[in-house]
């Protein structure tokens, strides 16, 4: 067991996917010398060479039309959009031609591209590099949608996303990279907990709290402080957006009978809709109360001096609680 930051648990299993195979491309802006800005990337042009981690200019559509090329060729670039509010101009090619390539060539060609994307807030950054974006792509078939948490996890999911043969969006909480953890760096691949499956990151009995990225650790953080008021909530780390592990949701929510999905997103609309729905539909008779949202309010993000009022916390994920625990 090693103890690593998320953002080196990244990049050693970065490394290791590339040692495994010749066909594995770093590209982005600023990933090679510089290590990317969140050093996410260092030192793997160093050891792996200009032209296995490249810097590409500033130009994410561009980025991703060449990472679709090289993907058609037999390799499997990893893609670095440096920060989440830098990923739209890129849409076009994902939404356009990365998620439909495979469906309109009726499955003879794969697109084996991973698009790493920073996201969230909390590192009081100025404007377009707190962003949400999740649900623009979990909204589009044929992409999958991931986001890891801890350490461990990043470690084992970016290697899994590289090996894959589908296109993954894959989500880093940014300001989550420093947080530390250990992370057993020799363990077989097949021993990995499936990169579509979700984990009961803390079992409970009460209430079930849903939570994916950097909003993780908020909801442990609540249920533990839950545990002094004497209620015991479960916390499950999604894991996979696209494709929903809907069964371990389902068999939670009606053991405990109540459930509050938080995000860093705004309420409106965003991925907890999508929750609160399919729980309704699977787990209505045995609900005590209506799944309950928290999120961002519906506003642009704001300026770093207010980003304290507009994310989560602990204590709104508590006062959530509170208001299933009165129905």
Not at 49 to 70: F, N
Not at 135 to 143: E, M, N, R, S
Not at 157 to 176: G, L, N, S
Not at 219 to 245: F, K, T, Y
Request: charged share 25%.
């Amino acid at each position: 067991m090693t103890t690593l930051t998320l953002a080196k648990a990244l990049n050693e299993g970065m490394r290791k996917a590339m040692e495994d195979d010749p066909k594995v491309l770093v590209m982005g802006e600023d990933v090679g010398k510089l290590g990317g800005v969140f050093r996410v990337t260092d030192g793997l042009q160093k050891d792996f060479g200009e032209q296995r981690v490249i810097d590409t200019p500033l130009a994410e559509s561009g980025i991703i039309g060449t990472a679709i090329g090289l993907a058609l060729r037999g390799y499997r670039p990893v893609c670095e959009i440096q920060f989440d509010g830098f990923v739209f101009p890129a849409a076009d090619q994902i939404i356009t031609q990365l998620a439909k390539m495979p469906m309109r060539s009726l499955g003879k060609l794969r697109l084996p591209v991973v698009v790493r994307i920073p996201c969230g807030g909390g590192i009081g950054a100025v404007e377009h590099h707190s962003e949400s974006p999740e649900v623009y792509f979990t909204h589009t078939a044929g992409l999958r949608v991931v986001a890891c948490s801890n350490p461990a996890d990043a470690y084992t999911m970016i290697q899994q996303a590289i090996r894959c043969d589908d296109p993954v969006i894959f989500f880093e909480p940014k300001r989550r990279y420093w947080d530390k953890a250990e992370v057993d760096t020799s363990a077989a691949a097949d021993g990995w907990h499936p990169l579509d499956a979700a984990r009961v990151a803390r079992p409970g009995a009460d209430a079930t709290l849903l939570a994916y990225g950097p909003m993780v650790r908020t909801c442990l953080e609540a249920a533990h402080a839950a545990q002094e008021d004497g209620r015991s909530l479960e916390v499950i780390d999604l894991r996979s957006l696209n494709p929903l592990d809907l069964p371990v949701v389902v068999e939670s929510v009606r053991r405990t009978g109540r459930c509050v999905v938080v995000h860093e997103a705004p309420v409106f609309n965003g991925y907890g809709a999508e929750l609160a729905a399919r729980i309704t539909e699977e787990c209505f008779y045995h609900l005590e109360a209506p799944v309950l949202r928290v999120g961002g309010p519906s506003t642009p993000y704001p300026p770093s001096r207010l980003e304290d009022h507009y994310l989560p916390d602990l204590d709104r994920v508590l006062d959530a609680v509170d208001r299933a625990f009165a129905f």
